[in-house]
């Protein structure tokens, strides 16, 4: 957007191209789309390679999201989705980022290119140093990186001067001894992906029903009488989770879809398996769709709660289950006292429905025993998220749909082992008992103080209280929020350090010092003394599984997770109680250690050998809610939204498109929204566009307003969309500079992504 924009029409400044939205999700497109991708990137004799070993019991787990695998048969041809083939693609990418290529594009360079094209430069195949005041990467053994990170951590006035970020993708085995290192070090500061995830979600189960996870396995979808699927768009973010959707229907159940997008992969599916599906219209899946406007769920579930109030008054035992109300719960009576302090009149503008539509969503709730109620970020990163989501289980309490076959919770993780890494103990906030285990067994005193999550830690960077910046995984800037804000803090740090696979725009803003780390690949074997070794994850519904490698490493440089973890920590602890070189050696020592120190592992490495893996222990899922406060499945009082926008204002989500997986950009394409060929737009309601006098790819500017800031992204398109009225949505990474640092979710501290109060500049 260099050039001033009216001079040329969009399309011809940007290429962006409109198209109809899609009626129908996956089919023959996807499979086009994933083995194009695979072709271009990888070539296709490693492609099929690849594409065979994808989420197979002897293969490889995909490092895209974390639904799950099927327990018993996988599927022999794909037991993956498109968005899965593109991870694996550009992991296992031709394209490669030597010490030449940093010799010849210097950071300064970099940082003009856009995400897209940072991702698409490929693997990085030797450790690389950035020393203070270069502005080129330059190659460096792996002894002397560990000496200098070493060196730096050990020059800090307190170990609560150092972050220690974690990003999804890292195996159980890394994650264990990664926190263990950083603990020994001396602190807690390990935020994660999860703070700006499923953070609330945590919160709240574990407030409401005694553990942090999800209470529903993928069976569960075949004994479902009602799925509801709300703030999540499974299309794009969970793709193999259509499957389990079709599935439900095929067994008679329906699903209610509440999003304020209509999201094609919600609507009508192709199962890409069987080539007969691939004509026609698709299997239609949301049987009701509530099209309800950012942040207006507390107060549409409260409708929801008020309606099956209304009805179990009227006709007493027709819709609790005062059976399992009796016997599990606590604090019915206060929750129906808060409801009575409500009207459906003040709670139905904030929905944006009709009382018709929810009144027939109640009939469904009603007329069903067995419901699955799934959820994403579209209700996790609200100010009012931890309400979102213990208001959803007040509706699966009254009903006693928990904790039985067909039943129960499905917050869906978006990443591959997020759920594993904080089962590792990759958490600011660890339980004592957990510490106690480790002490015991590791012999050292563990920090108790709590660290800092994701937004504690941006802010201690920023004020120079944190001095040293690691990230294991992941791309920290782009997927925080506040950019501006970020780049700076980050930039305060001495050394900032990333363990990562791809060149992405956080090696680009950098400490004072920096050095990137190049890690094996999940697709890659992983050698250690000569014996191939497997790793292990845990995916969104508990079950901990093998992953190993098929290819051969990009470089002989590379080394894999536990081996830096290692290397860090015999660079930097002095008197350590651990042989970090031992551990690695046979990953099966690491397993023995969390065997010893984190409950469910019992026979780790007899279970993980296994042919699927196995299910950690989840009360919810039996139905004993004993680790809550009360030892029992807590009813909770919810607050609707109290954000009121002035008729100038606007609420902005930012979402991802179609061809991106959290910051990794695999294409420019939105191909089940109909935008191809650019990310910078925002989607906007007609009429409001019409108010502000926009027409179609008219270009604006967008101001985002918190307490008294104000935050500025400039030269977005403007996009005709069906969303609500005063609804806006604009992608991310693109427009994080827009999201306010302190703009939070109430105790779980989750960036509020999805509310941003905005207002729209023609330019
Ligand atoms: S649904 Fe998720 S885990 Fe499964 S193949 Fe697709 S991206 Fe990978």
Known sequence: MSKTPNEKPPEKLTGIRLTEVPKTAVGVKAIVSAVTHVKNEVGVAKGIQLLSKINQIDGFDCPGCAWPDPDEKRAFLAEYCENGAKAIAEEATKNKVSPIFFATNSVQELSKLSDYEIGKSGRITHPMYLSEGKDNYEKISWENAFKIIGEELNSLDSPDEAIFYTSGRTSNEAAFLYQLFVRQFGTNNLPDCSNMCHESSGAALSETLGIGKGSVTLEDFNHADLVIVIGQNPGTNHPRMLTALSDAKKQGGKIITINPLPEVGLMNYKAPQNPLKWIGSGQQL????????????VALLKIILKLMKEKEDDEPNSVFNHKFIKEKTAGIDALLKDLDLYSIEELLPQTGLKLSEIKETTELIINNENIIICWAMGLTQHKNAVDNIRELVNILLLKGSIGKKGAGTCPVRGHSNVQGDRTMGIWERPKASFLDSLEKEFKFKAPRKHGFDVVEAIDAMYKKKAKVFFGMGGNFISATPDTSFTAKALRNCNLTVHVSTKLNRSHLITGKSAIILPCLGRTEKDFQENKEQFVSVENSMGVVHQSKGTLKPCSKELLSEPAIVA?????????????????????????????????????????????????????????????TKTGKANFSINKPSEIELDKHQFMMMTIRTHDQYNTTIYGLDDRYRGVLNERRIIFMNENDMKLLHLKKLDVVDITSHFKNEKREAKGFLAVPYNIPKQCTATYFPEANVLVPLKSKADISNTPASKTVIITIKKR
């Open 567 to 627: 290397g860090v920590a015999n660079a930097t602890l002095k008197k350590s109680t651990t042989n970090w070189s031992k551990l690695i050696s046979n990953y099966d020592l690491i397993r023995t250690k969390i065997e010893a120190t984190i409950p469910g592992f019992e026979n780790y490495n007899e279970r993980i050998r296994i042919k699927g893996g196995f299910y950690l222990p989840n009360n919810a899922r039996k139905s004993d809610f004993t680790p």
């Open 286 to 297: 949301t049987d009701l769709f509530l099209q309800v406007k950012i942040n207006g769920d």
